[in-house]
Each structure stands twice: as structure tokens, then as C-alpha cells.
């Protein structure tokens, strides 16, 4: 062989030497054959490796495919989890927006609970005066219907202690006026005659003689046209007899002053006979220059001349035209 060096020597030398070439050659088949052997067994090893190698890969893969299912799987439920987060994050947000609705129609509401609570409770404040004012109306028609019936009436009967006996005996006295009949009456014959009066004779002329009993309406109304003309008359009264005075503003005081009126009438009467007195010996005294006003007003005649009265007819149309000529509106006392 290439790496045995070649000795050329005799028989027994060539022989030994190839004998010692076949023993290094089968020394090295058998280096050969331990290295096959070995390599046989590393390959042996290697296959049980490989085998092992690939039923590992094998269950790697299986392994693998099984993570990459569950990655799948992980990965969709981690998107389903994040579509349904973002769902349940849109969903909060509509609810949010949901909920702020919610609550301004809930403050909305509340304010509009509150203003109707404050107008229910004005509306239930109005009905109860209503019903008040309406009871109250009842009652005042009633009182007057028993007022006009000439039955006894409020005023007669809510002072029952004997300590208004006498205001209860004043208001227990008939009233001189209160014959609605005889009222009726006397303005439709006053207005039957008079002229540019035509709505009172018209208004007059429906309860004069009325075919049935006038309603409490009826005689409600012909109280409320007496109480006009009533205030119509006695404002004239007050307006002659005290020209210069103050009108009074009430019933109460329109009553004070014609409590006080006698008096006041009297005095007119007395300056208006003194104003016809100084008028009628002014008259006297111009045709007879020499008289005595005094003398004359205060002397008697003497016993055996005529009396004063004796010439009472005689000087009556004169004291008549002397009255025409005094105004009898002025005090001269």
C-alpha cells in the first residue's frame, strides 16, 4: 500500500513483509471494521436520535400546531374580547350619553313636577277661594232673599246676647221703604212722562204689575237701580245743602251727615227768614225815611190798636215776592 515503505529482501523477508502488509491491512480493515461498527452504532444511535429527533419534532409540531391553534383561538378570542370591549366601550358611551339624557329629562322633569306642584298648589288656593267667594255669594243671595221675603235675615238673628237687644230690636224695625211694588210703581208713572228717559221707563215698566212673583234676580236688580238713584238724589241733597263742605265717601258718612242735617236745615231757614225780614223793612224803609227798624221789630202795639196779625193777608203776596227775591243759601246769623 501507498504508506508501507517496500523492503526488497528474500522470501522469508518479502513474505514477513507482506505478511506484516496483510496484518497492517487487516489491522486496518478491522480499525476499518471497529470505525464502520462504531459508525454503524453512532448511526444506529443516530437513527434511534433521528427517531427520537423526529417523534420529538413530530410532537414539537403537534405541540407547535396545538400552540398555533391556541394562538388562533387566543387571538380571536383576544380579538372577540377587544370587538366586545369596544363594543362595551361604545355601549358605555351611549349609555353615558343615555344616562346625561336621562338626567336633564329627569331635571327637566323636575322643574316642570315643581312649577305644576306650584300650580297646582295655586290652582287648589284659587278653588278654595273660589268656593269661598262662592259660598259667601250663596249665602248674600240667600240673606237677601230673605231680606226681600221680609223674613228674618242674619243681622236679626246673630245677636242673641241680651246686651244687643236694643241693635237687634233697631234692625228688627220695619223698613219705611221697603215695598218693592209700590217703588216699581211710582218711577214707572214718574218716568211715563218724561222725556229722553226711555231706557228707565222701559226697565221701570217690566215689574210694574209683574203677572207672576219677580225672581230674587228680578228684585235684585230693582234694589241695585234704587240704590243708584238713592246715591244719585242724596249727592244733590248733600251737594245743595252743604255747597262748600266736603262730599262725604261712604254710606257711614253720607248716614253722619244727614244725622246732622236738622240742625243745618233750621239755620237755613232762619237766615232765610232773616234775609226776608232785612229785604222787607229795606222796602218799608225807603217809603218812610223816619222808621226805626228796631223800633218797629220790637215794639208791641198799644192797648187798643190792631194786632200785627190782622195784617197778615194783606202783606202775604208781598212777603211771597220777597221770598222769590232772597236766595236762601246764605247764613247772615
Known sequence: MSGVP?????????????????????????ANIVLVNRRLDEAQDGAAAVETLRAELARAKEQARRSDAAALKAVEE?????DAHCKSKEKIAKMAV????????????????????????????????????????????RQAGNI????????????????YALLDQ??????????????????????????DHEVEKLF??????PARPLLLNEQM????????????????V?????????????????????????????????????????????????????????TIATQNPDVGQVSVEHYFEEVLEGARLTEAQCSKSVMFE
Open 98 to 141: 343615555e344616562l346625561k339624557d336621562a338626567a336633564d329629562r329627569y331635571e327637566l322633569l323636575e322643574r316642570e313636577s315643581q312649577t305644576k306642584t306650584a300650580d297646582l298648589e295655586k290652582a287648589m288656593v284659587a278653588a278654595k277661594e273660589t268656593r269661598s267667594k262662592i259660598r259667601a255669594a250663596k249665602e248674600e243671595l
Open 238 to 294: 248733600v251737594d245743595r245743602l252743604w255747597p262748600e263742605g266736603p262730599r262725604p265717601n261712604s254710606y257711614f258718612g253720607l248716614v253722619q251727615r244727614f244725622l246732622g242735617a236738622v240742625p243745618h236745615i233750621d239755620a237755613v231757614k232762619r237766615s232765610a227768614c232773616i234775609e226776608g225780614a232785612q229785604m222787607a223793612l229795606a222796602h218799608v224803609k225807603t217809603y218812610w225815611a223816619e222808621m226805626e227798624a228796631t
Open 170 to 195: 233697631l234692625w228688627s224695625s220695619a223698613d219705611a221703604y221697603l215695598d218693592l211694588a209700590a217703588s216699581a210703581a211710582d218711577a214707572t208713572k214718574f218716568f211715563e212722562d218724561q222725556k
Open 148 to 163: 226681600t221675603a221680609g223674613k228674618p235675615f242674619l243681622l236679626l238673628t246673630k245677636f242673641g246676647h241680651p246686651k
Open 6 to 30: 517496500y523492503v526488497a529482501e528474500g522470501p522469508v523477508a518479502s513474505q514477513t513483509g507482506e505478511f506484516a502488509e496483510l496484518k497492517r491491512q487487516l489491522d486496518a480493515a478491522d
Open 204 to 209: 221701570w215698566s217690566q215689574f210694574n204689575a
Open 221 to 236: 236688580a230693582e234694589w241695585a237701580e234704587l240704590h243708584r238713584l238713592s246715591g244719585l238724589a242724596m249727592r244733590c
Open 78 to 82: 383576544l380579538r372577540a374580547e377587544q
